[in-house]
C-alpha cells in the first residue's frame, strides 16, 4: 500500500515541539509520503495559552517556513494548515484571523475544558477530582459547539480525553457522541484519524473503532494524522490507521487544497 498523506504536522515554533518545517519535509520524502499538511497550533491571541504555541509574531515565520518548501518542485506535496483550539468565544479572534490567511486546511481541536488543559500531563492529576463522564460530556459539547462555528475544516483526535486512560462506559460515550458527530457531519467537516495516541498512556488510536463505525454511518469523511511533535513522528502508526479505518467500513479519505475536500480511495 502507498503511503498515505500526513495531515497534522507540528514545527519547533510551537514550544513543544522539535524540528523545523524543512526537517519534516525530509522525513516524509524519505517515507515517500505524497502530501504533508504543516498544522501547527494557531498563535496566541489574547493572552490564550501562550507556553504551548508560538507568538502572534512568529506566525509569519511559520508562513515563511512552509512556503519555502512549497516553491522547490518534488515530494512531497505541501499544505498550509493550521490546528486552532474551540474555546467559548474563539469566534471573536478566529472568524477574522482565518479568513485573512490562505490556508489548505483548518484543523480544529479541543485541548481545554473551562480553563483545564485535560490533555496536559502537567494537569493529568485534576482527573483524580472530576466526574470522568461529565467531563467527557462537556468535552463533546465543546465539540458540537465547534462544529456549529462553521471554522473548520475537520476534527482533530476527536475523543482526546482518553489520553491517561479515564474513560465513561461505552453507554454514556455513545450517547454523547451522537450529537457531536450529527453536528460534525450537518457542518460538513471530516474528523482525524490521529496516530499520536498509540503513543500516549491510552496506546490507542484517536477515535476508538466504535466512533470511527457511527461516523462512517454518517459519510463524514476521514483523513489521516501522526500530530508529529519531532520529525521521526511523521506517517508514525498510519498501517494501524488505515486498518481501523477499513475496519470501520471507510473506503476511501479526504485531500484538501483551499479548504476543498475531495475523496481519494483507500487502497488495498
Ligand atoms: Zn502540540
Ligand atoms: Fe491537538
Ligand atoms: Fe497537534
Ligand atoms: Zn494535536
Redo the contacts with the bound molecule.
Keep these: 500500500m502507498n503511503p498515505l498523506p500526513d495531515y497534522h504536522i507540528?514545527t519547533v515554533l510551537?514550544k513543544?515541539?522539535v524540528g523545523e518545517a524543512a526537517a519534516y519535509e525530509a522525513a516524509a520524502n524519505r517515507l515517500r509520503i505524497p502530501e504533508m499538511c504543516f498544522t501547527d497550533?494557531v498563535p496566541s491571541m489574547g493572552g490564550y495559552d501562550p507556553e504551548?504555541r508560538m507568538a502572534l509574531e512568529a506566525f509569519s515565520r511559520y508562513k515563511e517556513m512552509v512556503a519555502a518548501l512549497q516553491w522547490c518542485d518534488g515530494h512531497p506535496e505541501v499544505l498550509f494548515g493550521i490546528e486552532a483550539d474551540y474555546y467559548e468565544g474563539c469566534e471573536d479572534v478566529l472568524i477574522k484571523w482565518l479568513s485573512v490567511h490562505e490556508f489548505d486546511f483548518v484543523l480544529g481541536s479541543v485541548h481545554f475544558i473551562n480553563g483545564w488543559g485535560f490533555d496536559n500531563p502537567d494537569e493529568r492529576h485534576v482527573w483524580d477530582s472530576v466526574d470522568v463522564a461529565a467531563t467527557w460530556r462537556a468535552y463533546f459539547e465543546a465539540v458540537s459547539k465547534l462544529a456549529a462555528t462553521g471554522l473548520f475544516d475537520a476534527v482533530g483526535h476527536l475523543d482526546l480525553p482518553k489520553k491517561f486512560g479515564y474513560r465513561p462506559s461505552a453507554i454514556a460515550l455513545k450517547k454523547m457522541v451522537r450529537p457531536a458527530l450529527d453536528g460534525i457531519s450537518e457542518a460538513r467537516m471530516g474528523i482525524e484519524i490521529n496516530t499520536a495516541g498509540l503513543r500516549k498512556p491510552v496506546k490507542e488510536i484517536y477515535p476508538s473503532l466504535e466512533i470511527l463505525a457511527m461516523a462512517q454511518k454518517r459519510a463524514i469523511p476521514i483523513c489521516f494524522g501522526s500530530d508529529a511533535?519531532s520529525p521521526a513522528e511523521i506517517g508514525a502508526g498510519f498501517d494501524l490507521a488505515v486498518r481501523l479505518a477499513k475496519k470501520a467500513g471507510y473506503t476511501d479519505y479526504f485531500r484538501i487544497r483551499k479548504r476543498k475536500k475531495r475523496l481519494f480511495p483507500l487502497e488495498g
Design positions: 507540528h510551537c513543544h515541539a497550533h504551548h511533535h
